[in-house]
């Protein structure tokens, strides 16, 4: 009766977090051959490492309407009018893309060609900059690998942590961004499960 498969819990163990400017096309598919094995990301750029108490945090809000009918201890009607999915997480290293990220901004910058030293200033009229947003994460290595993918075709950072400058911790960039529906994708999230672990596993997912 309880039909209990401890082989389907799921544990993301390591992943990454990957960006790419707007018009970077979105794989129809992210493993390949009988072998399952997960594709290179062409023109996505890796965030690098990320906290492990600051790993990526999805969440779906939702917005409903009610009709209310004389007589009736409960709605006569339920409607879900809106559903908006944003994610969180905190990044670890200092590079051009999560400057960028985190200061809102498309940093144009060239070293200094005899110091190296590197400057920008945060815009002082900020706009909505979209993205693509790929995070991956896996459960388990080599034949069991496991791959957890979430797809943002239309990614946009909506708010940005405190940063902390201490000799007690890392200098970490928090982010947390939306998700919003793509004009031709016609979608705001995709979710997608995959790898040879995934594969071995096939008869007992209930597709």
């Known amino acids: 009766m309880r039909n209990l498969k401890q082989g389907l819990i799921r544990k993301p163990l390591a992943g990454a977090v990957l960006m790419a400017p707007y018009a970077t096309a979105i794989p129809t598919a992210f ?3 009988t072998t399952a094995d997960l594709q290179s990301l062409t023109g996505f750029t890796s965030l690098g490492h990320i906290s492990k108490e600051g790993s990526p945090t999805f969440s779906v809000e939702t917005e409903t309407n009610d009709i209310e009918a004389w007589g009736l201890p409960e709605a006569a009607r339920t409607d879900i009018i809106s559903r908006s999915t944003s994610v969180s997480w905190t990044g670890l290293e200092t590079h051009k893309t999560n400057l960028e990220l985190f200061h809102n901004t498309t940093i144009s910058a060239t070293p200094d060609a005899t110091t190296g030293e590197v400057s920008f200033t945060d815009p002082t009229t900020p706009s909505t900059v979209y993205r693509r947003a790929i995070f991956v994460s896996v459960d388990g290595a080599g034949t069991n690998a496991i791959f957890i993918i ?6 946009t950072v909506t708010e940005i ?3 902390q400058w201490s000799e007690e911790g890392a200098l970490e960039y928090p982010i947390t961004g939306v998700a919003k529906t793509d004009d031709v994708l016609g979608y705001a999230v995709r979710t997608v499960f995959g790898g040879p672990g995934w594969k071995a596993l096939s008869a007992s997912h209930g597709f």
């Open 31 to 33: 493993t390949a051959a």
């Open 161 to 163: 942590g405190e940063q």
């Open 150 to 155: 979430k797809v943002m075709p239309k990614f």
